[in-house]
C-alpha cells in the first residue's frame, strides 16, 4: 500500500523559513516524479512544484519560484520542500503527491499545515 | 496561467446526473488529453477519479465518467449518491511543465 507522510508543517513568523518533509513507503520511491500541491483554508488546490526521479528535473509553479526548492533522498525514500522568505499568502496545507504517469496525481499524503503569522 | 474555471456548486438528488464543465484554453485543457479529476471529501486529502480526460482508475466506481470538448473538459456523475457529496476539482497540464487547477466545485446530493 502506497503510503506518504508529510511533516514539518507548524507557524512561523513572516520572513521565516521551512523545511517540510514526505516518508514515502509501499513503492519504488526512485523510479517515480513526486510533487507538492498546496490548498490555502477554505480555497482550491493549487500546484506547486515537481521532481523528477534522480532529484535533477524540477519544476515550479510562477508564485514560488526562487522561494520554493524542492529535493528528495531516495535512499531515505523521503522528498522534501524547503521554503524561503514565508509570507502570509504561503498559509496553506502543503500535500505530497506520487505522479500517476498520466500526468495526474495518482497517491496523496494526508498533508502539512504551514501558517504564516506574527 | 490562469486557474481553469468550474461552477462554484451544482446539486442534484439522488439517482440524478450531474455535470461539473472545467473550462481553459487552447495552450491547456484544449493542447493535451491530460485533464484529471479530483474529490474531495470535507477534512479528507484529493482523490484521483479520472485521468487523461476519460480513464478512470481502479476502484473508482463507473458512475463517474469524462469527456473534452475544445477547450471544455467535464465530468459526469450519473446515479448520484449521497457518499458523492464532496469538492470536484480539474486540472490540466500545460506546456511550460506545470499543472494548473480549477476552482473547485461543490457538490450537495438534495
Known amino acids: 500500500e502506497v503510503q506518504l507522510v508529510e511533516s514539518g508543517g507548524g507557524l512561523v513568523q513572516p520572513g521565516g523559513s521551512l523545511r517540510l518533509s514526505c516518508a514515502a513507503s509501499?513503492?519504488?520511491?526512485?523510479?517515480?516524479?513526486m510533487h507538492w500541491v498546496r490548498q490555502a483554508p477554505g480555497k482550491g488546490l493549487v500546484w506547486v512544484s515537481r521532481i523528477s526521479p534522480d532529484g535533477i528535473g524540477k519544476d515550479y509553479a510562477d508564485s514560488v519560484k526562487g522561494r520554493f526548492t524542492i529535493s528528495r533522498d531516495n535512499v531515505k525514500n523521503t522528498l522534501y520542500l524547503q521554503i524561503y522568505s514565508l509570507r502570509a499568502e504561503d498559509t496553506a496545507v502543503y500535500y505530497c503527491?506520487?505522479?500517476?504517469?498520466?500526468?495526474?496525481?495518482?497517491?496523496w499524503g494526508q498533508g502539512t499545515l504551514v501558517t504564516v503569522s506574527s | 496561467q490562469s486557474a481553469l474555471t468550474q461552477p462554484p456548486s451544482v446539486s442534484g438528488s439522488p439517482g440524478q446526473s450531474v455535470s461539473i464543465s472545467c473550462t481553459g484554453t487552447?495552450?491547456?485543457?484544449?493542447?493535451?488529453?491530460?485533464v484529471s479529476w479530483y474529490q474531495q471529501a470535507p477534512g479528507t486529502a484529493p482523490r484521483l477519479i479520472i485521468s487523461?480526460?476519460?480513464s478512470r482508475p481502479s476502484g473508482v466506481p463507473d458512475r463517474f465518467s469524462g469527456s473534452k470538448s475544445g477547450n471544455t473538459a467535464s465530468l459526469t456523475i450519473s446515479g448520484l449518491q449521497a457518499e458523492d457529496e464532496a469538492d470536484y476539482y480539474c486540472?490540466?497540464?500545460?506546456?511550460?511543465?506545470?499543472?494548473?487547477f480549477g476552482g473547485g466545485t461543490k457538490v450537495t446530493v438534495l
Open positions: 503527491i506520487r505522479d500517476g504517469d498520466k500526468y495526474d496525481f495518482d497517491s
Open positions: 487552447s495552450t491547456d485543457v484544449g493542447l493535451y488529453n491530460r
Open positions: 509501499g513503492f519504488t520511491f526512485s523510479s517515480r516524479w
Open positions: 486540472t490540466s497540464y500545460t506546456p511550460r511543465h506545470t499543472w494548473v
Open positions: 487523461e480526460v476519460t
